[in-house]
């Protein structure tokens, strides 16, 4: 019974090891690590593998064998799209057919192709024939060129020791697939809670799809210069939705270098052209409060936020990959959910704020004046200002009003107390009453 337990540990650590794996990162790019086994001849020999998507990059191929017994000494990617204009490309020298839109037949060695004309010569005659390209009904060719690759391919020159069949472990890095996080959230304002739900959006248009693979997702601002790729031919986009049901898949979290990593429970099948939503943690309630703001000089408008910390204290307590954050609320009603708006939030570490604009509110008003400014030194400014606020809604409001300033500053006569919040911004804090107007006045003095 020993023995049998032994074995069945290692198989499962040979398993493990052998799983093909798919790594996405934020930056619209993904790293493939695939087990192949290569059946090879010994020696110095062409190896062609065309199981790879069109957005490869070629010079981030890594291959390497168990035992260090295949050498790679060079590697071509090839890939022709199927197009006449490549194909004609690659037969020049040989023979074609062409038929006009006239029916007329002219056959020759092809010369050149600038994709306007044609230009063929008659076998045993160096007479040029000019043909225009939009005169041209059909082009018969004996064969399909050689060396066209209809498929991404790379193309290898190895060398190994002995014939036989080696498991290699082939990496390499193609863009063409991102991931992304929705938030879907419930506000309930009077409990101060709000109820996160959040998604995993993977989109996959690198050419080709992995099947019953391991997922891992990178969060971070991972540098890296890419180029950007575009699919040629777009086929339509199937929509997937996963995490439904007993036994749901969850992502693990743990720190990865200056990163996060989240690692899927269970192998994944990401298809070509696929938009697939995976659920990234259980659902959660975090204690919020409800903010207003007003940012002097901006407008007459007061934003709508939620705040809330990411602390294990308050219901989270989790790295938080950026994303799109959609907030709803309940209509007491009828129990219905209305949205109330949406914002974008950056990679939040833990214990951090977040802070959630949903709009403006519309009962809420707000205008800044100078009511005095005058110069006392030659680089010395003073000016006395006011901010109105005006509550037309039914409940109180807190609002705290944001003024940025510059230069040396002093603030002085201000009405109500302040706070800095940093070294070129004071928040003003008041409650205004339903249907009140109030003033916040104060005096700074700039120096330059």
Same mark, same amino acid.
């Given at each position: ?6 074995? @069945? ?17 934020? $930056? ?36 390497? @064998? ?12 090839? /890939? ?33 192709? +600038? ?9 045993? @005659? ?8 939009? $005169? ?10 050689? #060396?066209?690759?209809?498929? %991404? ?13 080696? %498991? ?11 991931? $992304? ?16 739900? =959040? ?29 950007? *790729?575009? %699919?040629?031919?777009?086929? /339509? ?22 990163? *996060? ?5 269970? #192998? ?21 409060? %409800? ?7 901006? @407008?007459?408008?007061?934003? =709508? ?22 907030? /709803? ?8 959910? $209305? ?7 950056? *990679?939040?570490?833990? +214990? ?10 519309? +009962? ?35 609002? =705290?009003?944001? *003024? ?10 201000? =009405?109500?107390? /302040? ?30």
């Amino acid at each position: 019974m020993r023995n049998i337990i032994i074995i @069945s540990v290692i198989m499962l650590i040979f398993v493990n090891l052998y799983t093909d794996q798919v790594t996405i990162y934020n $930056e619209n790019f993904a790293l493939i690590r695939k087990n192949i086994n290569l059946e090879l001849s010994s020696g110095l020999q062409s190896y062609f593998l065309d199981d790879i998507p069109f957005t490869i990059e070629p010079n981030s191929v890594i291959i390497k @064998s168990s035992k260090n017994e295949v050498e790679v000494f060079s590697q071509n990617f090839e /890939y022709d799209l199927a197009s006449i204009n490549r194909i004609m490309q690659k037969y020049i020298g040989k023979e074609v057919e062409i038929i006009t839109k006239t029916d007329d037949k002219f056959k020759g060695i092809l010369q050149f192709n +600038d994709f306007e004309t044609i230009g063929i010569t008659e076998k045993n @005659s160096s007479r040029l024939i000019l043909i225009q390209s939009d $005169e041209v009904r059909n082009i018969n060719l004996a064969e399909l060129p050689e #060396n066209f690759f209809l498929k %991404p391919t790379l193309h290898w020159q190895l060398k190994v020791p002995r014939a036989g069949l080696f %498991p290699i472990d082939f990496s390499y890095i193609c863009t063409g697939m991102r991931w $992304e996080v929705t938030y879907n959230t419930i506000w309930n304002d009077k409990k101060r809670e709000l109820e996160i739900n =959040s998604w995993v959006t993977i989109t996959n248009e690198t050419g080709k799809g992995f099947e019953d693979t391991k997922l891992k997702l990178i969060a971070g601002d991972v540098r890296k210069f890419t180029k950007k *790729h575009y %699919p040629e031919r777009m086929e /339509y986009i199937e929509m997937e939705i996963a995490g439904y049901g007993k036994g749901v898949p969850d992502f693990e979290e743990k720190a990865f270098h200056d990163f *996060h990593l989240y690692t899927l429970s269970e #192998n994944v099948s990401i298809n070509n052209n696929q938009t697939k939503q995976l659920r990234l943690f259980p659902t959660t309630v975090a204690q919020a409060e %409800p903010v207003y703001e007003y940012i002097t000089f901006s @407008s007459d408008k007061v934003s =709508s936020k939620i705040r809330f910390r990411n602390t294990k204290k308050d219901g989270l307590g989790l790295p938080l990959p950026k994303g799109i954050v959609k907030v /709803y609320k309940k209509d007491k009603d009828d129990i219905n959910l $209305e949205f109330i708006g949406e914002d974008r939030i950056d *990679h939040t570490a833990k +214990d951090e704020e977040v802070s959630i604009t949903t709009g403006y509110a519309f +009962d809420l008003l707000a205008e800044t004046k100078i009511l005095n400014q005058r110069k006392e030194g030659r680089n010395i400014h003073e000016k006395d200002l006011s901010v109105t606020l005006t509550n037309r809604s039914e409940e109180t409001k807190t609002i =705290s009003v944001i *003024h940025n300033l510059h230069g040396y500053w002093k603030i002085s006569h201000n =009405s109500i107390d /302040y706070i800095k919040k940093n070294a070129n911004q004071i928040e003003f804090t008041k409650n205004v009453n339903p249907n009140e107007t109030l003033e916040i006045t104060w005096t700074e003095r700039i120096e330059y």
